[in-house]
């Protein structure tokens, strides 16, 4: 979605890049790429004001004048007011100390607060509490049954007496909801309300009606951050309306430009306490705004990619995984279990592009097909036990047969198994400190250092002590004086005095 955004700050960045000082022009130069990249990403014209003023004003100070890395310092400034804007430090859910805790959603139609629903529950589900979806939203047709339908995906309980479809009193529904909860002891109810087309009267008068009648611990704006700049008007008529604690955004996978990720925190001042990044129940979690400027300057977004490693891998195993990898005894078995793993924490092209300064491979990422990972691991399911054991045992007529058993080409177990041999070789060399192959400045390279064990060229004979063309020079350096231009500067001048020899002031004080 902050592709478009992320493009044009790199390239706003770009021009700093090698300066030792920034002059009030590349500052200024600098502050309109700003502009003109959260403008073309759909931000609020007021909060691209204060933004570029704000980064202006500090880039012209004493940070900058002072830092060794002019640059790098701007691109400092500059997370430190994204981070800012989206909300500054993470805000988690307040549970109520006597349950049960109630969330309630609001939002416009089509904004996906039911299917919000069902990924909030199974998220509360994960964190070890006993969530109840309540069908609240009466009004849209079979509203009701997709809630059914999304709790049960979740292993979510459902509370639904009322079939919708224009049927029935959601106020009513909710009051009843919040009795079953306390009867078979759910310490969470998460209540789905209907929405409209439009901001209109009888909409927010129904939400704040259900507010009134459950007395909810949060209320979360649940809003389309495709919608561009009618997401400010939309957030704020509910916040003067509802008055809601929180927001989540929904279609963060969408190719919009994400303004409204943007907009919405700093013109309502309520936190965004999650984000929706997908259609799978599992594509939802919790709102870092550290981490979400991270991902905007193309630094990465190393921490929820580890955390959802851990989720996805149990530790020991991947120790044990990890150690037959470093000793070369690395099967195929290991190799398909580490894929399924990995499949478990989402596609490969969202994994990739938390990586640092994978920007620059938008291309590569969004042309990357999954299915390649599907053929790979079909490849390894048609082979026999003793094979993926000992992969070095297939030859000819086994690779034949194990690529009409996976549906493949011969080239494509060809080139899977030579792959396999390929890394298992790399990731031992590496074990041993021999270093990465192709990595300049590592062990293992010609003229970097030699390993252990490497046959060493025999020396060659030193070359006798060279002799001065120069008649007088030659005649000083046999008298064992110094040559004329010994201790002298590359121009012959001599030593500088050091005594009384004063730095520059701004040196001084950096010092």
């Known amino acids: 979605m902050f592709d478009s955004l992320q493009d044009r700050l790199q390239s706003a960045f770009k021009n700093l890049r090698g300066k030792g000082r920034l002059t009030e022009a590349d500052i200024d130069a600098t502050a309109r790429e700003i502009r003109l990249a959260l403008l073309e990403a759909d931000v609020s014209v007021s909060v691209v004001r204060d933004f570029v003023a704000t980064v202006k004003e500090r880039s012209a100070g004493v940070e900058v004048s002072r830092a060794l890395n002019p640059g790098q310092q701007v691109v400092k400034i500059v997370n430190e007011e994204l981070i800012g804007i989206l909300g500054g430090e993470t805000r988690r859910i307040r549970f109520a100390k006597n349950g049960p805790t109630v969330i309630m959603l609001a939002g416009l139609q089509g904004a996906g607060k039911t299917t919000l629903a069902g990924k909030l529950g199974l998220w509360l589900k994960e964190q ?3 969530p109840m979806l309540v069908a609240a939203d009466l009004q849209r047709p079979n509203a009701v ?6 709790g049960q995906q979740a292993g979510v309980t459902v509370f639904a007496p009322e079939p919708g479809n224009g049927t029935g009193d959601p106020v009513q529904v909710a009051r009843r909801a919040m009795e079953e909860a306390r009867r078979t002891l759910h310490d969470v109810v998460v209540v789905d309300t209907a929405g409209r087309l439009g901001i209109d009267a009888e909409l927010m008068r129904q939400a704040a009606d259900i507010r009134a009648a459950v007395d909810p611990d949060e209320v979360l704006f649940v809003i389309d951050a495709m919608i561009g700049q009618d997401a400010v008007q939309t957030a704020q008529a509910f916040a003067d309306g509802v008055d809601f604690t929180g927001v989540v955004l929904t279609k963060l996978d969408g190719d919009a430009r994400g303004g409204a990720a943007l907009s919405v925190r700093q013109v309502t001042g309520r936190p965004i306490m ?6 799978k129940l599992t594509d939802f979690d919790v709102f870092h705004p550290d981490r979400m400027a991270s991902r905007i300057l193309d630094m990465g977004d190393m921490l929820t990619l580890i955390e959802q490693a851990e989720k996805a891998m149990d530790a020991e195993e991947a120790t044990a995984a990890a150690e037959k990898l470093m000793g070369g005894k690395f099967t195929l078995t290991d190799f398909l279990a580490q894929m399924e793993a990995i499949a478990k924490m989402g596609s490969m092209t969202k994994l990739l592009g938390m990586m640092p300064g994978m920007g620059q491979y938008k291309e590569q990422l969004a042309n990357f097909d999954e299915r390649e990972i599907d053929k790979i691991k079909a490849i390894i399911y048609s082979m026999t036990p003793a094979e993926r054991d000992n992969p070095k045992m297939i ?3 086994r690779r034949a047969r194990i690529s009409k058993g996976s549906g493949t080409e011969v080239k494509d177990v060809n080139q899977m198994v030579d792959r396999f041999f390929e ?4 990731m031992q060399q590496m074990a041993k400190g021999g270093g990465v192959p192709g990595m300049p400045g590592m062990p293992g390279l010609p003229g970097a250092g030699k390993r252990a064990g490497a046959k060493q060229k025999p020396q060659q004979k030193k070359k006798g002590k ?3 063309g120069n008649p007088a020079k030659r005649a000083a350096e046999a008298k064992g004086a110094p040559p004329a231009s010994s201790g002298a500067d590359a121009f012959g001048f001599g030593k500088p005095d050091a005594e009384g020899f004063e730095l520059p002031k701004e040196l001084k004080d950096l010092l």
């Open 145 to 150: 049954t997709q809630l059914q339908v999304v």
């Open 423 to 426: 890394a298992s070789k790399m």
């Open 274 to 279: 999650f984000a929706s990044t997908g259609e």
């Open 466 to 468: 060279r002799v001065s």
């Open 395 to 397: 030859d000819g007529s």
């Open 128 to 130: 070890g509490k006993s």
